[in-house]
Structure formats: C-alpha cells, structure tokens
C-alpha cells in the first residue's frame, strides 16, 4: 500500500466520518451540522513536489486540512475532484490525478447550497473548461471562497480562481503551494 492509499483509508480526526463514529450518528446526522464544503483539487497537478520539505502540494494539503478538521470538529465537509468527483467523509481527499473538472465538481457540490453554508474551493486554478466552471460558480447562492496552492509563476491559475470566487461573492487568497493552506482558510471562515 502507497503512502497516498494509506492517508486516503485514515479516517481524520474531526472528519465527518470520525464525528458520526464518536456520537454513534449516521453519516447524514452528521453532515447536517457541516458548515464549510472544502472542496479541494486532487488533478496531477496537486501532485508537484514543490510544497513544505520537497513534498507534494497534495501531501502538505492533507496534513493542513488534518489540522483544520481538527480545530472545528465535524463543521468541515470534504469533496475532492480531478476527472472524477467523490465525497470524502473520512476528511482524506481521494487523489485522482490526470485533468480538472472544476465545472464538474462545482455541479456536484451544488445540492450542499443551503442557506448559510460556505464553500472554499482549493486550487491552483487550472480547469479543463474555465468557461463551465464561471458559470457553475455563478449559479451559487452562497458564495464560493477560493484558496490559491500553486506557485507564485502560474498567474494565470491566481487569476482564474480570483475571478471565480468574483462570480460568487467570494474572496480569493494565496497558500503558496499548499503551505499556509489552514491560516488561509481559517481567515476566509473568519471573514463572514
């Protein structure tokens, strides 16, 4: 087993997953009480080694949502996304590798834009289809916060998500390649 398949089976403490385990809930009484929707991208991209230590923004992302799960117990709903999109209540997002389907994980996460719920979209902002993607964003209700992880030479990816979470209402700021990534979206969750 890879180090990326034994993190994807962990279950994270404070994940949903780790919240409906300790209070013998179901998954569904859980999520109930979720207020955030990360929503994180897991393309090959996600896979360069230019975060903290030589390592994997997917790694250094992983370790930094640990964290944020942890400090807000079951408050925090997981979807990863790259050609495929896929809840993850254990709080370990699923590494898929290969393109981004923003637009796809946007449509997905829409049945979760319920009155007074955030989403914060962590990317390095290079879908397949820029123009879907606007478009889901801009049927949102509540607005879509975006978190940059790539590096500070890729301003096109800055400025796409800049403009997505512009679509929305959201705000937009930077994790240089994952690293920052909870100071990040703990100030996006502050900034209500």
């Known amino acids: 087993m890879t180090a990326i398949e034994r993190r994807q089976t962990a279950v994270m403490p404070g994940s949903l997953a780790a919240v409906a385990q300790a209070n013998k809930q179901s998954l569904a009484q859980t999520f ?4 955030v929707v990360v929503i994180i991208d897991t393309s090959g991209s996600m896979d360069s080694k ?5 390592r994997s923004r997917y790694n250094v992302a992983c370790e930094e949502l640990a964290a944020l799960q ?3 117990p079951g408050r925090i709903a997981v979807i990863s996304f790259s050609e495929q999109v896929v809840f993850c209540p254990s709080g370990t997002p699923t590494f898929f590798g290969n393109s981004t389907d923003m637009a796809a ?7 979760a834009d319920v009155p007074g719920m955030r989403f914060i979209l962590i990317s390095d902002g290079e879908p397949n289809d820029s123009r879907a993607a606007l478009a889901e964003a801009a049927k949102f209700r509540n607005r879509i916060d975006v978190v940059y992880v790539g590096p500070e030479n890729m301003p096109l990816g ?7 979470a512009a679509a929305s209402g959201g705000q937009a700021v930077t994790a240089d390649r994952a690293v920052g990534l909870l100071g990040a979206t703990q100030k996006l969750l502050a900034a209500a």
Do not use: P
């Not at 800055?158 to 997505?164: S, Y």
């Open 32 to 35: 109930v009480g979720a207020e």
């Open 50 to 54: 230019d975060s903290r230590g030589g």
């Open 70 to 72: 942890a400090g807000l």
């Open 105 to 111: 994980a946007l449509r997905f996460a829409k049945v």
């Open 158 to 164: 800055r400025a796409f998500l800049q403009q997505l």
